[in-house]
């Protein structure tokens, strides 16, 4: 089979194609999938997961078609459906042709979207949907300002803050996408551009940030004392996975602070996928690339402030 690996050191990484991959085959309770599309996080270069892999393939979000079940799979997906999948961030392997999936990573695909719009949502859905219920306590009447509104994790942010809880919402987002923002949902849209945007609004109880370093050091500033900061920006910031405090809480001792790496939830996409198919959620804009051009697709998804959610169709 046909896939995509990174190839390289962490520092120098390569994209490349390899025509000669081999398939893999479902064991125990796993599901094949045949990959029509998958989408990039760019900065999954920066992440050391790819390079620990035999394989060298990356990639987390995929769409495509149930195409074999492994001999203990009990559960209701049926060979040929259409399915969009979350793959968890320590597997992987979903730029191929075949990929293996798990139960708990697999939903089925929206039916009113394309393979590469499925194939562009799982990540920053999922992401978007633990930040703000799980690490966020989002609730209905609460202030919350999403950083990064404009990109694939902050508009999802946005909408599923507005439509899915209800909350008042402020997104932080070059002006360009403001319109964009406020046609999704956003209540106050605020440009991180302008000096001292972080003075010139009411503070909140949650700030869910999406690009890090300065911009999550102006959280503490917006954020009330009793609330509470995620974030997901990479580089991760220095006191993420354990490794001590923010400096900031020493002055905020009552905020809560949060830095996580998004899991699988097959469950939340369905509803997803039933939202987007309702018209409730807006599918993010996706750019297409063909597998042959893997190496540009990379390249063009590793930019900031694209607008569009990078795609590598593979059927
Ligand atoms: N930990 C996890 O589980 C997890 C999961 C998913 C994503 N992530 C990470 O989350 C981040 C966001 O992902 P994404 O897919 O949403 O990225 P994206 O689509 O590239 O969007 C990033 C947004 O950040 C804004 N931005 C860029 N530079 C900025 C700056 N200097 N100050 C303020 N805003 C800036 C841009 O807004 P404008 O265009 O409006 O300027 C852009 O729309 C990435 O670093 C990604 O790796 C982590």
């Not at 892999?53 to 195409?67: A, K, L, Q």
Request: proline share 5%; glycine share 10%.
């Amino acid at each position: 089979m046909k896939a995509i690996q990174i190839l390289g050191d962490i520092s120098s990484p390569r994209v490349a194609t390899n025509y000669a991959m081999t398939k893999p085959t479902p064991q125990n309770a796993e599901i094949l999938i045949r990959v029509h599309a998958a989408g990039i996080t760019g900065d999954e270069v920066i992440w050391p997961e790819p390079y620990t892999r035999e394989t060298r393939i990356p990639g987390h979000d995929i769409s495509g078609v149930v195409s074999a079940l492994g001999p203990d799979y009990n559960g209701p997906l049926k060979i040929g459906q259409e399915a969009f999948v979350l793959i968890s961030t320590d597997r992987g392997e979903g730029q191929a042709d075949y990929a293996i999936c798990r139960a708990d990573e697999v939903a089925l695909k929206p039916k009113s979207i394309s393979y590469e719009e499925a194939a562009a949502l799982p990540i920053p859905l999922l992401t978007a949907w633990e930040a703000l219920l799980d690490h966020g306590g989002i609730k209905a009447g609460m202030r919350v300002l999403i950083t990064g509104a404009s990109g694939a994790v902050g508009i999802l942010a946005v909408q599923l803050a507005k439509k899915l809880f209800g909350v008042e919402v402020v997104a932080l987002a070059s002006s360009r996408n403001h319109e964009a923002l406020q046609s999704v949902g956003a209540d106050e849209v605020l440009d991180y551009n302008t000096i001292g945007w972080e003075n010139q609004l009411d503070k909140v109880d949650l700030v869910f940030d999406t690009v890090g370093a300065g911009i999550l050091e102006k959280a503490w500033t917006v954020v009330k004392e009793n609330g509470a900061i995620v974030t997901v920006g990479d580089p991760a910031p220095a006191w993420a996975f354990g490794q001590g405090e923010a400096v900031e809480a020493a002055s905020h001792p009552g905020v809560r602070y949060k830095h996580f790496i998004v899991s699988p939830n097959s469950e939340r996409l369905g509803k997803a996928a039933e939202m987007v198919d309702q018209g409730v959620v807006r599918p993010l804009l996706v750019k297409e690339f063909p597998f042959e051009e893997a190496e540009q697709a990379w390249n063009y998804a590793r930019q900031r402030a694209r607008g569009h959610k990078v795609v590598i169709s593979f059927a």
